[in-house]
């Protein structure tokens, strides 16, 4: 069974510190990764994907990848208080297949 | 609004009432998906389709739901003889074709269901 495990929090981080999420899977065939943010009550939303081992940067977030351990996390640096939200973590075993499997997600919590 | 549009954005029906769901994709993407979600949980897959084809269904989409895209454009999922263990939000999602995209689903907001 192909799962995603994230620790479920809550993760609580003073504003302008850095936000560290992580998440591991269990399948190695595992192509692509995504970190979806959602606000309560809200749909999920992309913030960032990766799909090669390594650090990807979008404006304050980074997305790391370590495929040999299994491993993804995401980095948010300088929070701010509108970043408290739920992070959920979500696998894609092929590329162009975007059946995802997600885990149950991190809730953060930014304080001013 | 161009969207992914669900409708209705919530729904309360009793135990044992069909209920159906409507899914408005971003008009060119050409796969649509069904999710569902419950309090505290991440979204899991039902089902998806291509254009009007239904590729594949997860185990957790028992018999009472069907899931249809007729015309490879809107999809309805239907839920029949509901049961509490229904009580959830239906998360409909499009993308762009297979390697064409960046593998970023695009959520409607979600259709809240309570079963009484």
């Known amino acids: 069974q192909k799962e995603v495990e994230q620790n479920s929090g809550p993760l609580s981080v003073p504003e302008g510190a850095i936000a560290s999420l992580n998440c591991t899977y269990s399948?190695?065939?595992?192509?692509?990764f995504f970190w979806y943010r959602q606000y309560s009550g809200k749909s999920p939303e992309l913030i960032m994907s990766?799909?090669?081992?390594g650090d990807k940067e979008d404006g304050r977030f980074t997305a790391q990848l370590n495929k040999a351990s299994q491993y993804v996390s995401l980095l948010i640096r300088d929070s701010q208080p509108s970043d408290s939200a739920t992070y959920l973590c979500?696998?894609?075993?092929?590329?162009?297949?975007?059946?995802?499997?997600f885990g149950t997600g991190t809730r953060l919590t930014i304080i001013p | 609004d161009t969207g992914v549009s669900q409708n209705p954005r919530h729904k309360i029906t009793k135990r044992g009432q069909n209920v159906t769901f409507r899914c408005d994709p971003i008009?060119?993407?050409?796969?649509l998906y069904w999710y569902r979600q419950t309090l505290g949980q991440g979204p899991e897959f039902l089902t998806y389709f291509q254009n009007e084809a239904q590729l594949e269904k997860s185990r957790l989409l028992s018999d009472r739901f069907s899931a249809e895209r007729p015309k490879g454009s809107f999809s309805t999922l239907e839920i029949q003889r509901t049961e509490q263990g229904d009580s959830a939000m239906y998360l409909c999602?499009?993308?762009?074709?297979?390697?064409?995209?960046?593998?970023?689903?695009?959520f409607g907001e979600g259709s809240r269901l309570t079963v009484l």
């Open positions: 999602a499009s993308s762009l074709p297979g390697y064409s995209n960046t593998g970023e689903l695009f």
């Open positions: 990766i799909y090669s081992n």
């Open positions: 008009s060119e993407h050409n796969r």
């Open positions: 979500a696998v894609g075993s092929n590329f162009g297949n975007e059946k995802l499997t």
């Open positions: 399948d190695r065939g595992s192509q692509s």
